[in-house]
């Protein structure tokens, strides 16, 4: 874990005006609309070396430049890899919604993480306990215990 955060989503980050363009830096995957949506690397910024944005595909191949405004350009979001359980606060049940939260941390692909929660009902409790106890058991049988 990195301990970083960083917003997913618009609503999760300051807020988002025409008035700022999304400017990306030096390793940041972008889509280009100039380019019918293809998304590169950030390989060179606009400067003296290059009139504008340089992009590669991830997987490698031709680069290409978009302009140096950054008006084609939009941030293409971190794909999430998995959840963890939270350290702190402790899972609730209420008892009123007829539900448990349980906090947890979603981990994404650029190391970022953000805090999130699992929201189970009875029936999704009692299929977590089952399964939680066949994975249990078969820790233990693995480790000769009892």
Do not use: C, N
């Not at 380019?35 to 606009?46: D, E, Q, T, W």
């Not at 490698?60 to 959840?83: C, K, Q, S």
């Amino acid at each position: 874990m990195s301990g970083r955060s960083a917003p997913h989503q618009p609503s999760q980050g300051s807020p988002l005006s025409t008035a700022s363009p999304f400017l990306p830096r030096m390793g940041d995957l972008a889509a280009d609309t100039g380019k019918g949506g293809g998304i590169g690397v950030i390989v060179a910024l606009p400067g003296a070396e290059s009139p504008g944005f340089r992009l590669r595909p991830p997987a490698g191949g031709e680069e290409w430049t978009a302009p140096a405004d950054g008006t084609t350009l939009t941030p293409v979001p971190a794909r999430p890899t998995h959840a963890t359980l939270a350290e702190a606060p402790e899972p609730v049940y209420d008892r009123h919604a007829d539900q448990a939260s349980i906090p947890a941390l979603i981990h994404f692909e650029d190391g970022t993480t953000v805090e999130a929660a699992l929201i189970l009902t009875p029936g999704e409790m009692e299929r977590l306990y089952a399964q939680t106890g066949r994975l249990l058991g078969a820790h233990d049988a693995r480790w000769g215990k009892p």
